[in-house]
C-alpha cells in the first residue's frame, strides 16, 4: 500500500504518530474543555501554576525522537541529510535586545542594573500582557519541557519551559539539563518557567512596549515572557539572565564563557567573550574535555556548566577547522536555524548567508566526542579573554596582570559580528561589561568583585587573545587564522608562552610574548603587522581614548590607570 501524500495523508500519519505516544491522565477539571495530555512523564504540578488553563492538547517531555517528528509533521521544520533538522525563524533571526524588560523600577528593585538593558517594565501593564497571552494559549497545543539549568547539584534550578512549538521544546530539551527519570519528573517543581509563543504579539499602543516583540523577566513571579519573535536564543539568554540574577547570593560568579580541561580534568581553562569571538570555537578542541561552550558558575569548588547543550553559529563553518562542531550539523536531534538546504538532496550549505549571518546550531554537548560527562571541573588555572578587534590593535594573545584582567572583564571589548543582532550588518566595534552586559541583571560591580575575588584565591594566569583583525582594520586586513589562534592559546594553557617573557606593549601596557613556539615572531608585535606603522598609531590612540571614555562611563579605572601593573604577581 504506497504511503499516504499531501495534507491528508500527513494529517493521518500524526494521527498514527499521536496514538502511540503515552496517554498520560487529563488534569482539566470542565468536562467540555477536556484537556489532552500525552507523553513521556507528567508533573503533578501542571499548567496551572503558570496560569494556564484549558490548553486543548499539551505534550510533557517529549523525547528528541518524538518532538523531531512532531516538528516535521507540522510543517514547523524539514528534515536534513545527515538527521538534524532546519528551521526558519522568520524576520528575526537574532536577539531583540531593545526589546528586553524586568518587571518593575529603580524604586522597586534597586539592585537591579536598570538601564538599556534592563528597561523597567511596570506591573500593571505586565499583568494586563500576561492575562492576554494566557487567553492566547487556551485550546491550543503545547509543548513542555521540564529540565534544569546547571550542572551542580547544590546550585541547580529546576526550569519548565511552555511553547507553542515543537522544535522550539526541542530547542529546550537541547540546551538544558534533562532527566529521563519518570519519578523526577513527576514531582518537577519549576523555580521559574519560561512562556515562548512566537506568534503572539505585543500592542505597542496597549501594552507599552517598543515594538510586537517582547522578552520580559519577573523576579517576583518567577517566570519569563517572551512573544512576537521565534529567535530561539531568546530562551537561552533569558535563562541566563535569569541565573545572573541568583547566582551572585550563592557566592558563585555567573560567566558568559566557555570552558574546558585537559584529558585528565586538570589546567581547566576559561573562555570569556561575546558572541562571534571564538568561545565555543576554541573550547571544541579535540584534543581537551569539553564542559560547556557560553554559560557557566565559578563557586569556592570550581567551574560548572548552567546548560546541558551547545548553540554555536555555523555560518562558514570549517570541516577542516571546526570539525567537532562542524560533525554536529549532520546530526539527528540538531536544530539547525535558517541555515540554507538544497531542495532536492537536503545537503546544507553553510557557507551561504541568504537568510542572516547569524546562522545557529543548537545540539546537546552529547554530540562533541570530547565533552564531560559531569559538566563540571575544578579550579580555573588559566583565564583567557576574547576579543574580536575591529582596529586590528591588540595583539593576538597578551599577558594581563590581574589589574589589568579586571579592567579588561569589565570593559568587555569587541565588535559585535554581523547578524547577532538586528540592525547590525557589518562588525561594530563595542563595549560590553563583564562580555555579557545585556545578559546581566545586577550591576557590573557585583560581578568583578567575584571575579577579582576567585583570581586572587587561585593564582590565575589570564591574557587577552584576539580573534579580530591583523595588519590592518576590518575591511583592509583579514581576521586572525584560526589555526595561528588555536596554537596560541594552546601554548598559554601549557605555559610555555610565559617562558620567553614579556616586552610591554607602549599603549595598553599589555605583555606581549617575546616568543611562541610555531608562531612567526612578526605576528605577536601587532604594530609590525602593518604596512604603515604610523596609521597603526592613530588606530591604536583612536582605540585608547575609547577605552579611556567607556572607563569613564563605567566608573572603573582607565587602561592607563592598571598599564604599568605587573604581569606576573610576585611570589
Known sequence: MPAPTGRTGRRSALRVFRAALSPLESRSSVTHLQTEH?????????????????PRRVFWNLSSAALTQEAVFRGEAILAHGGPIVVRTGEFTGRSPSDKYVVGGPGTNPEVW???HNQPFPKARYDRLRWRLTAYLQNRE????????GAHPRFRMPLRVITTKAWQSLFARNMFVR??????????LPQYTVIAAPRFRAAPDQDGTRSEVFVIVNFDRKEVLIGGTAYAGEIKKSVFSVMNWLMPEHDVLPM?????????????????????????????????VLIGDDEHGWGTDGVFNFEGGCYAKVIRLSRTGEPEIHATTRKFGTILENVVVHEDTRRLDLDSAEFTENTRASYPVTHIPSASKTGAGGQPEVVLMLTADAFGVLPPISRLSPEQAMHHFMSGYTAKVAGTERGISEPQATFSACFG??????RPEVYARLLGRRIEDQDVRC??????????????????????????VRAALSGEIDRAGFDREPVFGLGIPRACPGVPGRVLEPRGAWDDPAAYDRQARMLSEMFEENAKELGIPAPSAVSEAPLVPSG
Open 38 to 54: 500525552l507523553g513521556f512523564a507528567q508533573s503533578r504540578h501542571g499548567l496551572k501554576l503558570a496560569g494556564i488553563r484549558y
Open 437 to 442: 552586559a545585556p545578559f546581566m541583571t545586577r
Open 114 to 116: 536598570w538601564g538599556p
Open 256 to 288: 558568559h564563557c566557555a570552558a574546558n580541561t585537559d584529558a585528565d580534568g586538570g589546567n581547566l581553562a576559561i573562555f570569556f567573550g561575546l558572541s562571534g569571538t571564538g568561545k565555543t570555537t576554541l573550547s571544541a578542541d579535540p584534543g581537551r
Open 142 to 149: 503545547l509543548f513542555v519541557q521540564d529540565c534544569f539549568v
Open 463 to 488: 591574557y587577552l587573545v584576539n580573534t579580530g583583525w591583523a595588519g590592518g582594520p576590518c575591511g583592509v586586513a583579514d581576521r586572525m587564522p584560526l589555526a595561528l589562534t588555536r596554537q596560541l
Open 179 to 188: 532527566s529521563r527519570n519518570r519519578d523526577v519528573l513527576s514531582e518537577h
